[in-house]
């Protein structure tokens, strides 16, 4: 799945927590809380500050260039790389299972 | 009836309600006394391995996929590693105690003792909030102190037991699973009843001292290894109980203790010569501080 082309919208699986380990941000697949069928990934992820704001966003329903563009607003990096970003950020994510694809658009401007 | 143990301070007991037989007692060293007090107890059984009412929670790998009964308690079901055997559900009965293993038929043969056993251990292991299990070989340092060489399957762990064997002052304890628990004084290094190929698993315990993360190279390499890819290199190799937030927790607490205490290395190195004898030498002094990384 090309996520940089798509129009798609993206957002956090429930079931999915943060938590600090020695100063570093993780998502932690506690599936014991996940109520969704989807098959459940054993993966943990460690973010940098990019992927924690990132993640942040995904709290509501995303396309990749809204997320591009709210990287490249805050952060202050080329819009180029900013997609860039935040294209990989969602294809290793989409990978474990940890967003995944909604048609809901509320919130996508945000 | 057959007591392994103890395991980290757990002694472990099969019950045979079902024709098994296992085919790698180990030896006297891991065998508790039949009139030892029991901590986990594991009933085998003949039954349905039907997973109705169990809700899923996590799938490892292809063969295991976890669930959770009505009460939150964790089961797991093992299937086609037994031969002549679908499946294998392990249930708790009582958390932290009691588990029972299913069979969907008799097995064939004498079925190897780590398949029932290694699960219903770090069930028992994360309900207690005793530890984790660490995929990795773990020596003794000449002087004490435990170095755990953490690594994937095939990184060479197994390997390393054997390149240590005949160095002098060091003591390998187990070349591929090594249980660590949080204890007053620090992180502790327990051996287990479960070797890797290389089959060493002797019985003992230390204080962990270092951790390394193995790899091959075509020359000998120690560099000191911290924050971000520390975490994600532990996370690659110590078991975190998904299945439960609580436990995970513990788990995830005792990983990020074990980064902020204990001296992490990269260590790459050719398989020759001398190798053994150098591994021990830089571990020991990573440990005590006596090198730059």
Redesign the interface.
Known sequence: MDVSKSETFYVQRRGI?V??????V?L???????ID?A????E?F?L?PTGEFLWNELASPKRVPDLARNLMMTHEVALETAFDDAARFVDALLGASLIQVTHAETDASR | MTAIGPIAGLVLRHTMDAPVTFRDLPGSEWRARDDDACDITVRHMLGSTSVDGLAPSLEVGEHATYYSDRDGSPAVLLRQIIPGVESVLLRTVVPGHEYEARYSAAPTSAVPRVVSELPAYTLALSARRGGVIAHGCGFVLPGGGLALCLGVSGAGKSTLGRLLAGESGVRVLNDDRIVLTMQTGGIHAWSTPWPGRGGQATVGDAPLAVVALIGRATERRVSAIRGRPAVAALLQTIAIPLWEGEASDHALELVGRLEQDVPIVRLEYPLETGTGAWIATTLRSVANGRVEV
């Open positions: 927590v938590r600090r380990v020695a100063g570093e993780l932690v697949p506690v599936a014991a809380t996940a069928e098959r459940r990934s054993a943990l460690v940098n």
